[in-house]
Each structure stands twice: as structure tokens, then as C-alpha cells.
């Protein structure tokens, strides 16, 4: 960190009630504006740990993000508003900022955090607060922390449940892959857009991962190193887990093997094929949805959409033509499915429908296929006229 600056008298009353506090006072109010923090992802955990680090007055707060503005954010990502839609997430996000705090410095960083720039990036704060919601960032910020030494404040959320910890194993405890030392199989965990999370929620877990933030900086209290806070909403209920270090993590441990971020260990996990003995070459385990629309066109009479989602989501958007059975009820619609056609299950994003195929494959169903990327990808690459949700 730079070292402290002055704070002026403007300073002094904004920040008044953080000097009242014995804890932080006025050293560690210079310490935060001294500080420079980078929060990944401008979305659920993002907005409300940027907004309150902002209001603190980190002396430099950078957001990286490379999506954009959908509505379906908006019931959570508090950063945007309905003004926003389409709009680059870290141009809304600095906007609103600035209103909150317009004295203190921000950094875009409009192309998020990829393999061949994090390291870079990552070294040029003190501290990271990872908001991303895919298991792709997740491992390649807590590698990246990891290699270049700073604390990596961890939160997510799914449904009603949150968790925070503190990763930094440069100062004493574990790193994400010593709890989780590989992602899960593609399809094995339904995301927040398949499975849904309470909005609120997001502001429980991003405004602490905003406070542990402050602590670091400022030496208050005892940031959740070694620790793993995990919150259930629906009950009100904390938890406290204590975590060990793996000395045979990959990236932390006594002999890592992972020492620099290559781009093919953070693709975005993909569908792990079937034998070729269930998989006939013509059928695909998974589809694009352009491949999805070819095939459409070319074939109609021999192919159909089994559209798996729920009641409530087939009256935000549905494709023309395509049945509806709910991914619960497959089961009990077996018979009535016909084996002569190809079938092509769907989805919002394409994790229910990947499971729905899995299972229908191991029914004997040989045509089938998922379409990846579900309806929210038809309606971004093959019909804009459709609603994203």
C-alpha cells in the first residue's frame, strides 16, 4: 500500500462515525484511503460490496466486469438500474459509484479477469473480493490471488444460502482448491440462474464480503482466515466451520503444480460424453442453439422440442412449437415420448435439460440432445424478440 494520506477536513466529517470507533479510527481511515481494492464481478455480491466499500472511502476501488446489463439482474444487482439494460456492466456500476463516493478513485476494467491478464491485475491492488457466480472464476481468481500473494475475499450464494471465508494463503490458512480441489462435473450443479437466489440475499453475503475487506485493510478484528461462514436464510441461522490447508493443493500446497494461469484449466466446464456405444455420432449429447434452429429447418417432421422447465417460466418466454413437460414429471411421461424422432430437451441456461438427456439416454432414448445454453442463448444468438429472464 502507498502510505497514508492526509485526510482533509471534508474527509473527516464523511467519515466521522469510522473515527469514532476505536477499532479503526483515524489510522485506519487513512489506511482505507491508502487502499486499493478490486471487485470482480459487478453483479449480485459485486454491487452491494462495492457500494459499501465505496461509501468507506477505499482510496481506490476497480470493478471488472465484461457482461452487460439484463433485466433479469435487476432483482439483485443493485449497482443497475432499468436504465442500464444493455449497457456494459462496469460503465453502469462506475456511474453509480461516483454518486456514492466522487472522491475517491475507480479503475474499470471492462474486460473482467481472464488468464492472460490476471496476474497483472491482481498485483496492482491489495486486496480481491470475488463476486463472479461460475466455477470458471472462481478457480482462476483464487489461482491468481494465490500466485501473486493477496487475500482473496470468497462469497457466494444459491437459493437462500450464502457463504463467505477469507482466502490467503500467504498469511496462514487455505485457498478455494484446498476445500474444493477440482470444479464439480458440467451439469452436477444447477447455477443461480437454473436454481434461483433470493435477491436479499446477495446483500447479506456482498456487504460482508465488503466488511471483511475493511478489516484487512485496517487491521479490525479477525478477518475469517481458516474460517468458512456459511448462512441460512430461511432459518436466520449462521454458522462457523473451521478450515484446514491441504499440503497437496495444486496451487498452495508444499509442491503446487500450478504456477501459472493457463487458459485451458478455466474453460468454462463442458458435457462430459457418453461412451460412443450410447452416443451414435448423428446424435450428439449436446446441441447449439443455431445447430439447434438448423436442424429445425432442415428436418421439422423428425425433430421435437421438449421444453423441461417450469409454468412460471414458459410465461416470461416459450419457443413456438415446443411441448412442455416440467423436468420433475419426465419420469412419468415416458411411454408417451416417441423413439423415431430426435428429440431436443431445453432449458434457461441448459443444466436441467443436460440432466434431463442424461436420463433419457439411460432409458434407452439414443435421439436425444441438449440444447446448451437453453432458451436465455436462443434468445441471445437466434430470436432477440424472446424475453431474458
Same mark, same amino acid.
Given at each position: 500500500?502507498?502510505?497514508?494520506?492526509?485526510?482533509?477536513?471534508?474527509?473527516?466529517?464523511?467519515?466521522?462515525?469510522?473515527?469514532?470507533?476505536?477499532?479503526?479510527?483515524?489510522?485506519?481511515?487513512?489506511?482505507?484511503?491508502?487502499?486499493?481494492?478490486?471487485?470482480?464481478?459487478?453483479?449480485?455480491?459485486?454491487?452491494?460490496?462495492?457500494?459499501?466499500?465505496?461509501?468507506?472511502?477505499?482510496?481506490?476501488?476497480?470493478?471488472?466486469?465484461?457482461?452487460?446489463?439484463?433485466?433479469?439482474?435487476?432483482?439483485?444487482?443493485?449497482?443497475?438500474?432499468?436504465?442500464?439494460?444493455?449497457?456494459?456492466?462496469?460503465?453502469?456500476?462506475?456511474?453509480?459509484?461516483?454518486?456514492?463516493?466522487?472522491?475517491?478513485?475507480?479503475?474499470?476494467?471492462?474486460?473482467?479477469?481472464?488468464?492472460?491478464?490476471?496476474?497483472?491485475?491482481?498485483?496492482?491492488?491489495?486486496?480481491?473480493?470475488?463476486?463472479?457466480?461460475?466455477?470458471?472464476?472462481?478457480?482462476?481468481?483464487?489461482?491468481?490471488?494465490?500466485?501473486?500473494?493477496?487475500?482473496?475475499?470468497?462469497?457466494?450464494?444459491?437459493?437462500?444460502?450464502?457463504?463467505?471465508?477469507?482466502?490467503?494463503?500467504?498469511?496462514?490458512?487455505?485457498?478455494?482448491?484446498?476445500?474444493?480441489?477440482?470444479?464439480?462435473?458440467?451439469?452436477?450443479?444447477?447455477?443461480?440462474?437454473?436454481?434461483?437466489?433470493?435477491?436479499?440475499?446477495?446483500?447479506?453475503?456482498?456487504?460482508?464480503?465488503?466488511?471483511?475487506?475493511?478489516?484487512?485493510?485496517? @487491521? #479490525?478484528?479477525?478477518?475469517?482466515? =481458516? &474460517?468458512?461462514?456459511?448462512?441460512?436464510?430461511?432459518?436466520? /441461522?449462521? %454458522?462457523? *466451520?473451521?478450515?484446514?490447508?491441504?499440503?497437496?493443493?495444486?496451487?498452495?500446497?508444499?509442491?503446487?503444480?500450478?504456477?501459472?494461469?493457463?487458459?485451458?484449466?478455466?474453460?468454462?466446464?463442458?458435457?462430459?460424453?457418453?461412451?460412443?456405444?450410447?452416443?451414435?455420432?448423428?446424435?450428439?449429447?449436446?446441441?447449439?442453439?443455431?445447430?439447434?434452429?438448423?436442424?429445425?429447418?432442415?428436418?421439422?417432421?423428425?425433430?421435437?422440442?421438449?421444453?423441461?422447465?417450469?409454468?412460471?417460466?414458459?410465461?416470461?418466454?416459450?419457443?413456438? @412449437? #415446443?411441448?412442455?413437460?416440467?423436468? =420433475? &414429471?419426465?419420469?412419468?411421461?415416458?411411454?408417451?415420448?416417441? /423413439?423415431? %424422432?430426435? *428429440?431436443?430437451?431445453?432449458?434457461?441456461?441448459?443444466?436441467?435439460?443436460?440432466?434431463?438427456?442424461?436420463?433419457?439416454?439411460?432409458?434407452?432414448?439414443?435421439?436425444?440432445?441438449?440444447?446448451?445454453?437453453?432458451?436465455?442463448?436462443?434468445?441471445?444468438?437466434?430470436?432477440?424478440?424472446?424475453?431474458?429472464?
Amino acid at each position: 500500500m502507498t502510505p497514508p494520506p492526509e485526510l482533509s477536513p471534508a474527509d473527516l466529517a464523511r467519515y466521522g462515525r469510522h473515527l469514532s470507533l476505536a477499532e479503526i479510527g483515524l489510522e485506519g481511515q487513512r489506511k482505507l484511503s491508502a487502499a486499493r481494492i478490486l471487485v470482480v464481478g459487478a453483479g449480485g455480491l459485486g454491487s452491494p460490496a462495492a457500494l459499501y466499500l465505496a461509501a468507506a472511502g477505499v482510496g481506490t476501488l476497480g470493478i471488472a466486469d465484461f457482461d452487460r446489463v439484463e433485466r433479469h439482474n435487476l432483482q439483485r444487482q443493485l449497482l443497475h438500474d432499468d436504465a442500464d439494460v444493455g449497457v456494459p456492466k462496469v460503465e453502469s456500476a462506475l456511474r453509480r459509484l461516483r454518486t456514492v463516493n466522487p472522491g475517491i478513485r475507480f479503475n474499470a476494467h471492462p474486460e473482467g479477469v481472464q488468464p492472460g491478464n490476471a496476474r497483472t491485475l491482481f498485483s496492482a491492488y491489495d486486496v480481491i473480493v470475488d463476486g463472479t457466480d461460475t466455477f470458471a472464476s472462481r478457480y482462476l481468481n483464487n489461482d491468481a490471488a494465490v500466485l501473486t500473494g493477496r487475500p482473496l475475499v470468497h462469497g457466494n450464494v444459491f437459493r437462500f444460502d450464502g457463504q463467505l471465508s477469507v482466502f490467503d494463503p500467504a498469511r496462514g490458512g487455505p485457498c478455494y482448491r484446498c476445500l474444493f480441489p477440482e470444479p464439480p462435473p458440467a451439469g452436477a450443479v444447477p447455477s443461480c440462474g437454473e436454481a434461483g437466489v433470493l435477491g436479499a440475499l446477495c446483500g447479506v453475503i456482498g456487504s460482508l464480503q465488503a466488511l471483511e475487506a475493511i478489516k484487512l485493510v485496517t @487491521g #479490525a478484528g479477525e478477518p475469517l482466515r =481458516r &474460517r468458512l461462514l456459511a448462512y441460512d436464510a430461511l432459518a436466520q /441461522r449462521f %454458522q462457523i *466451520l473451521s478450515l484446514a490447508r491441504d499440503a497437496a493443493c495444486a496451487v498452495c500446497g508444499d509442491a503446487p503444480v500450478i504456477r501459472s494461469l493457463q487458459p485451458e484449466r478455466y474453460a468454462p466446464a463442458c458435457a462430459v460424453p457418453f461412451p460412443a456405444s450410447v452416443m451414435p455420432e448423428s446424435f450428439p449429447l449436446e446441441l447449439s442453439v443455431t445447430a439447434a434452429r438448423d436442424l429445425l429447418r432442415q428436418d421439422p417432421a423428425r425433430v421435437r422440442i421438449i421444453d423441461v422447465r417450469e409454468p412460471h417460466e414458459l410465461a416470461i418466454c416459450q419457443l413456438d @412449437g #415446443a411441448e412442455h413437460i416440467p423436468m =420433475r &414429471r419426465i419420469p412419468e411421461h415416458l411411454g408417451e415420448l416417441p /423413439r423415431d %424422432q430426435h *428429440l431436443l430437451i431445453l432449458c434457461h441456461h441448459g443444466s436441467r435439460s443436460l440432466h434431463v438427456t442424461r436420463y433419457l439416454r439411460q432409458q434407452g432414448f439414443t435421439g436425444v440432445s441438449n440444447i446448451a445454453g437453453g432458451i436465455d442463448a436462443w434468445a441471445a444468438e437466434v430470436d432477440p424478440s424472446l424475453a431474458r429472464y
